[in-house]
């Protein structure tokens, strides 16, 4: 076996046409990591056959054997949760210190999936006309296509696959071109804990050529989806129009409000984690912070005193706080967008350039003055980009937090119960924190934006219930 092929019909294999291609990292991209099959179409239909194959039975299982699997899977993959991290770290760039932290946490997905085996599967009620049964239950959709970003490499695809399979469907996983090793390592658990052959397929490669082609295959019935809204939409227009389901995790532009009555210690290195950590390459990062008058200045300087102290540099440092951006491509366009927000008028208080390495590190960066119809303001920049606004009254904070296209998170700082209160209301997203910042999610709730920033039911928690499984109502008479 050569650890770079694809996982299809419980066997390891490389592509149909042989094709590979060499992976490498963002802080050494000299280096290559590895030789990984470059699939094609012909993969992904070999891929869905075994999967269509391996349904039925899969299917017919109960569901606490299923969840078996899962708890299995989850102990092999704690096993190498170390060699696991330092394969993330290497291969996109996230500090060693988080790639253990989201091991951990695709590990507690499998578990609390393994959980929901046991769960209820429907509603029993009485008919109108006449005292019988009549009830609800849920049913596996069929064939799952799981199609992930490079950015949570371990934990998105495991929070999509773990509840399809305890649902009873099997899938087709199709990781980031960045990030195959990863994904192939989650694959390797499920293999080592002897899931039944075509039960979960893992074919690496480009979005253009097998993601695209999953998307087209007559027998997947539902797609799940996190990525650029670019290309989730298309994947959206092209899967609807072929009667497929489909449920999508996009982008954010995520607002952290800062009170004057907030603990401003407390919100400034909130403010640091979830603008710069992962070096902002998070859905959920803080992109736009705003902070009342009277506390405006002293945020300012704990902030930026916060971000001078930062560790910047080597991801595979434990000590480091932020990495290099995934690839040359992001990368230009962060300093692009770096340079458009000084163009467009803005004050660079921290950061603002690439640092010296070879590496492709941002100097986290921290912008002041800027317009709220600038680009800074409305766009998501996929890296340590954030900038500082000023407001006076909670109604001015909410009305420009929500003046975006996204959804996806919010937070607010404050010690005042009726400023939370409203904030909970009236922010638009569909993740709110208070007094935490805008990054981080539980394993067992759920998970997802609202407005541009998803489409479909959400994912993790009991709400993944709804996407993976169809709805049946059943009526028994005596
Ligand atoms: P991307 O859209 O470029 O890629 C996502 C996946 O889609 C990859 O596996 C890619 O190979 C595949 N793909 C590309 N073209 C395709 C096509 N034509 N057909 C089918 N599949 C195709 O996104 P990315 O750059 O890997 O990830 C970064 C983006 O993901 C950011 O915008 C970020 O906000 C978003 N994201 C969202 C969430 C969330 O839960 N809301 C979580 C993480 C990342």
């Not at 299923?66 to 949760?81: D, I, P, T």
């Not at 330092?86 to 393994?114: H, N, Y």
């Not at 993601?211 to 670019?230: H, K, P, Q, W």
Request: proline share 5%; charged share 20%; aromatic share 8%.
């Amino acid at each position: 076996m050569n650890p770079g092929d694809n996982y299809i019909a419980g066997r390891w294999q490389p592509s149909w046409s042989g094709a590979t291609y060499e992976n490498v990292g963002p802080m050494r991209p000299a280096e290559a990591l590895g030789i990984f099959a470059d699939s094609a179409q012909e993969d992904a239909a070999a891929a869905v056959e075994a999967a269509a194959r391996a349904f039925p039975g899969w299917a017919a299982l109960p569901a606490a054997t299923r969840g078996g699997f899962l708890a299995s899977a989850a102990a092999h993959l704690a096993e190498r949760a170390e060699a696991v991290a330092r394969d993330m770290t290497e291969e996109m760039g996230k500090p060693l210190r988080e790639s253990r932290g989201e091991v951990r946490r695709a590990v507690q997905i499998l578990e609390f999936f393994a959980g929901e085996a046991y769960r209820p599967v429907g509603e029993l009620f009485e008919q109108a006309a006449n005292g019988g049964q009549v009830s609800t239950r849920r049913r596996p959709v069929g064939v799952a296509a799981l199609i992930t970003p490079w950015n949570f490499p371990c934990a998105i695809p495991t929070w999509k696959l773990a509840p399809a399979l305890v649902y009873g469907n099997t899938v087709v996983l199709k990781p980031a071109l960045e990030s195959p090793a990863t994904a192939l390592h989650v694959a390797r658990a499920f293999d080592d804990a002897g899931l039944p052959d075509g039960v979960l397929n893992v074919l690496t490669g480009r979005g253009a050529t097998v993601g695209a082609a999953l998307v087209r295959e007559v027998r997947v019935g539902a797609i799940s989806f996190t990525g650029s809204v670019e290309t989730g939409t298309r994947v959206r227009d092209e899967a609807t129009s072929l009667g497929k389901r489909v449920q999508l995790e996009l982008g954010g532009q995520n607002p952290l409000i800062v009170m004057a009555d907030a603990d401003l210690e407390r919100a400034a290195e909130a403010a640091y984690a979830g603008a710069y950590f992962a070096a902002g390459q998070k859905c959920t990062a803080t992109r736009r912070i705003y902070v009342q008058s009277e506390a405006y200045d002293a945020f300012r300087a704990l902030l930026v005193r916060r971000m001078a102290s930062g560790r910047v540099g080597d991801p595979l440092d434990p000590s480091v706080e932020v990495g290099p951006i995934v690839n040359e491509t992001q990368l230009a366009d962060v300093l692009a967008a770096i340079e458009r927000g000084k163009a467009e008028g803005a004050t660079v208080l921290a950061g603002g350039h690439r640092l010296e390495s070879d590496g492709l590190l941002v100097a986290p960066t921290l912008f002041e003055g800027v317009r709220d119809d600038a680009f800074l303001s409305c766009e998501e920049v996929f890296g340590p980009v954030a900038s500082l606004y000023r407001f006076k009254s909670l109604d001015e904070a909410l009305a420009r937090a929500n003046a975006v296209r996204f959804g996806l998170s919010a937070a607010i700082f404050t010690t005042n119960l009726a400023t939370a209160t409203r904030f909970l209301a009236e922010a638009q997203a569909g993740l709110l924190h208070v007094n935490s910042q805008t990054a981080g999610a539980d394993v067992h709730v759920p998970f997802g934006g609202i407005k541009g920033s998803g489409f479909g039911p959400h994912e993790q928690g009991r709400a993944a219930l709804e996407f993976y499984t169809d709805l049946v109502t059943t009526y028994v008479d005596p």
